[in-house]
């Protein structure tokens, strides 16, 4: 792959670019246009480790993509003195790959459903177990099944930023195609999914219905195709350090809001996180400090000093083998402090990923996106086969219609009408964009346990 074309600031449903603003790259502004979308607003809402946490300091998903573009910034600028000394590309420096990295980052969850990885796992569930999904499975084509049997918040996202968030625009919120490109950790579709060919394959980033919007991406781009697919493609080599910043965030920070919750003692996490850091010197730092939660706090920030360093290292190590589409592993599995993260990730997913509060909200949470599911599905279909027989819509699937917004159940569109996949699509649309508290109230209203109140 050729650098000068990974780094197309070309805006994906765009066919004229505007001159750039002098000090304010295309790239720059990508990341301002996620930060202000209500997509990414949303996302101060969606849990990160722990749903519905009454802790301010543990982290919803907003803060955990600030933080990951934080941390990317810093790892694409890293690398960007890299490759501008190397390639020369024009009309590049190094913080412009910096502010690319950062703005794939920023995105990088804005497609995650309600209550953490529980939602995804009951979508797959209700379309493979549910009569209703296998129903609407019956229906579709195989690559269409494979879509929703692997449903995958990343493909969601892609869907996000390149159609829903600005729907009347054709590219959605017309990012540049470098950012879009190095957002999809994962450019194959869902029916050639492999984990067997490496970390880019083992999952999906785009949905049948947005996959020629992803192939311009790749074209402007120039991501090299996968041998055998029309829509497959070896990843963007800045995918590597977007991956990266979120392994060290969710790594490190995770494990810290474990000791916040007091899951992880101060004691485990000094040994661990200093086992990253490596440098006795900075123990002596720690020591003056009288605060222990100011302790951990430094700590956490030289433990994700020492990880950048190692990852920008190991970019440049691996760099040829990225760029030929050779690599299959992340970055994080190739430095010096590997062992380490594997140890905390360890201690993380025997305390704080069983965290007995957050493993109930996530365990109600498969009995809630299943009834949104249910309830909103059938009213669809109920629609469809109303539009489609000219018969009078029942009433209850028409109040439950009006629960959701008009543009997801587009009864003027033939393909909404005939093809269940569009109307499943839409409304995992609607599911995916709701917040944990606005779906945790909606399924109470619509199954009874909670009405309305107040004087109308």
Known sequence: MDWKKLLSARRLGRTAEKTPVPGRSPFQQDFDRISFSAAFRRLQDKAQVFPLAENAYVRTRLTHSLEVACVGRSLGAGAGVYICGRYQPPAIQPSDIGAIVAAASLAHDIGNPPLGHSGEETIRDWFCHSALGRAMSSKMTDREQADIVNYEGNAQGFRVLARLQMPDNYGGMQLTCATLAAFAKYPVEAINIDPSRGVGTKKFNFFQDDRELFAQVAAHTG????????????????????????????????????????????????????SVIADPGVMKSVDTLRDPVRKVEF???????????????AFKTHHDRILAGELTEPLVKLIPSAAALRTIQERSREDV??????VEIEAAGFELTEGLLDTFAAAMNDCAEAGLQGKTLSYRSRKILQLIPAQYW???DPEWLNRSYIRLLNLLDFISGMTDSYAVALYKKIKGISLPSGNL
């Open 223 to 274: 991501l090299r195709r996968l041998p055998g697919q029309d829509y497959g493609w070896y990843r963007h080599p800045l995918v590597f350090l977007v991956e990266a910043a979120d392994d060290i965030s969710y790594h490190i920070v995770d494990f810290e809001d474990g000791h916040m919750l007091g899951i992880i003692s101060y004691d485990e996490i000094q040994e661990l996180f200093m």
């Open 299 to 313: 700590m956490r920030a030289r433990a994700i000093s020492k990880l950048i360093e190692e990852v920008v290292e």
């Open 353 to 358: 990923y069983t965290y007995q509060r957050a």
């Open 410 to 412: 587009r009864t003027a």
